[in-house]
């Protein structure tokens, strides 16, 4: 299959809002389940293991008018919670048998106890997480977390979930992970082989597939992809950052990569790339995934951790890891979390003489030409500084 192929078919998954490949999964044996999740992360591994489907739900992006969605949020939010009312109240959800919320801001808590009762025939949980990273304090308080969820779902199921049905699903994670670190080092690697708007949509249909199936089609993509000469250009190579939770409209992506940036990293989609090596498949499950999330998790600004000498860490490996030569603040409009750490990120850029630039967006942006515009000085700039 040619790259184009499996980009095609990505993006027509990515743009089907009434999730047609997660109910052909669950029409395809009877008694199926599948368990909506919001950004950023939520432990996909029980989900997995209870026989159920995780789905991705990102909002509505810029494919769906936000009425009713308008008339639970004020104004001065950010968008995806009002886009993802609106999927819930046009009947598009109707194929979850549950909701996760994970632990990401004020907006999205308050998003969950609204699902409960805007859907009171449906498993709703707000995933919450540890904000000590001591395992006898931070670790058994987000083991038991799990457990809760794990009990939930068994009983959703009708049985309790085993150790050894969590071990098979974290085995089946890892390899997925792994395969999302090869497409993302590849793409740092040659930028122009694997464009960012492309790793984007691959990413997006790991929300409906299944992880083997996904797993399966990050893979294909890279041989393809390498197998099919491009162009390589002189683009300036940058990392994005601040779109963890909302995230950007395809064409800004594209209008980025157009204005002469390669985005080598970013936070997109840190669903699927929160847990930054291998969980041990052959121990205590819940005691592993509790383990690699406090100490071999990414750094987002939705992760609380007062450790003010990690502070920008994560963001400066990101650049020296990928040969970045400057970096994109992209966050949502009314994002706490990316905008209020921003400034201290920028400082820690600044004393590092690493060039930045910022802008805001909304999901359903519609005018790109000054964002492009702003990349494409950006870049310039990049360009000039690094010749001098």
Sequence with gaps: MKPQEIVARCEALFEDLNFNAVKAWKAAQPGRQAIGYMPVYVPHEIIHAAGMLPVGIFGGGDQIEVIQGDAYYQSYICRIPRSTVELGLTGRLDCLDGMLFPSICDVIRNLSGMWQIMFKDKYVRYIDVPQNYDDAIGGTFYIHEMQHLRDDLGKLRGKPISDAELNASIAVYNENR????????????????????????????????????????????????????????????????????????????????????????????????????????????????????????????????DRKEDKGRYLLHQVRSRGAEGVIFAAPSFCDPALLERPMLQEVLAKQKIPYTAFKYAENTGQMAPIREQAGTFADSIKLWSAA
């Design 178 to 305: 792994r395969a999302i670190r090869d497409l993302y080092a590849y793409r740092a690697q040659k930028p122009w082989q694997a464009p960012t708007s492309e790793v984007y949509l691959l990413l997006r249909a790991g929300c409906v597939l299944p992880p083997e199936e996904h797993t399966q089609l990050v893979r294909e993509y890279i041989a393809a992809t390498d197998a099919e000469k491009r162009a390589q250009r002189d683009n300036a190579r940058v990392v994005m950052t601040g779109s963890f939770c909302e995230q950007p409209p395809l064409g800004l992506i594209k209008s980025i990569e157009m204005s002469g940036c390669y985005v080598v990293d970013d936070e997109f989609m840190l669903a699927f790339r929160w847990l930054m090596d291998d969980v041990p498949a052959d121990g205590n499950p819940l005691e592993e995934l509790s383990k690699a999330f406090l100490h071999r998790s990414a750094q987002s600004s939705s992760k609380y951790d």
